[in-house]
Structures are given as C-alpha cells and as structure tokens.
C-alpha cells in the first residue's frame, strides 16, 4: 500500500487534533470511541502495512513505548487495567490500541469489542463532547511530564 492513501500516513487536521504525546518512534493518539475512558493508538512513524514486515528490533523500540503509554494512560485514568490491540485490518497501517479498561465498564470481563453476542455488548461507540476529549487528552499528556 502506498503511503499516499494510508489515512495514518502524512498529516491530517483531525490526526494532529487528537494527539497526545510524540515519542521517538510512535506517537499517541485519543480514540475518538471513548466507551472506555482515555483509549488512545499508538501509530507508529513509519508505515507498515503487516505487522510481520516490522523489523524485530524496531518492534522492540515501539513495544517499549507502548508499555510507557500504557502504564502512563492507566494511571492518569486511574483504569483497572490496560488491553494492548495490534490491529492494521481496518487502516492498513499496524497500529496498537491502548485500551483503558474499568471493573464498571459495560464489558468487563470480556474483549473491549465484546463478545459475539449483541445482547452483551453494544457496538455502538461512544462519542464525548470536544471539551471531554480535551480534558481526557490533558490527564495523560500530563502523566508523561
């Protein structure tokens, strides 16, 4: 896949709006599906359309960060815990989503995108207000100073 029509690849307004934090190999990135309070992507700044065409040592770098992301992400939202997602099948760019998750929340228990069951997990995401996304960009900016 080339570059140019990677959606992650280059800079668009509402990439660089929800970003969080620039790290040395990956950047992190508020979810816009906020069902679970404070999930962000890990993108990396290099393209990768399979995740087994990552060079090893490479991966090591952004396993690294990713595991700094997480812990800082779960404890400026005060999470239970974090589920880390390697995923490039939607935007064929590998990524990694960091997902916050809450002993309260609608699915614990289970995957964050829920089991297969439609009565125990809704699909929908959950979308919050600009001020909310802001606020929740801030606490985990913060947790990295």
């Known amino acids: 896949m080339e570059n140019s029509v990677c959606a992650f690849c280059g800079s668009n307004p509402k990439k660089e709006e929800s970003k969080v934090v620039d790290m040395v190999y990956g950047a992190i990135y508020l979810n816009f599906d906020q069902k679970y309070t404070g999930r962000c992507l890990y993108i990396p700044h290099t393209h990768h359309d399979l995740f087994e065409n990552i060079d090893p040592d490479l991966h090591l770098k952004y396993s690294k960060e990713i595991f700094i992301a997480a812990n800082n992400i779960?404890?400026?939202?005060?999470?239970?815990l974090i589920n880390i997602a390697t995923l490039c099948n939607v935007v064929r760019h590998v990524h990694w989503h960091i997902i916050p998750r809450y002993e309260d929340d609608p699915n614990?228990?289970?995957?964050?995108?829920?089991?297969?069951?439609?009565?125990?997990?809704?699909?929908e995401p959950k979308i919050v207000s600009e001020k909310d996304l802001e606020e929740i960009k801030n606490k985990i900016i913060n947790s990295f100073l």
């Open 74 to 80: 779960k404890k400026a939202m005060n999470a239970d």
């Open 108 to 123: 614990w228990g289970n995957p964050p995108w829920g089991v297969y069951d439609k009565r125990v997990y809704n699909i």
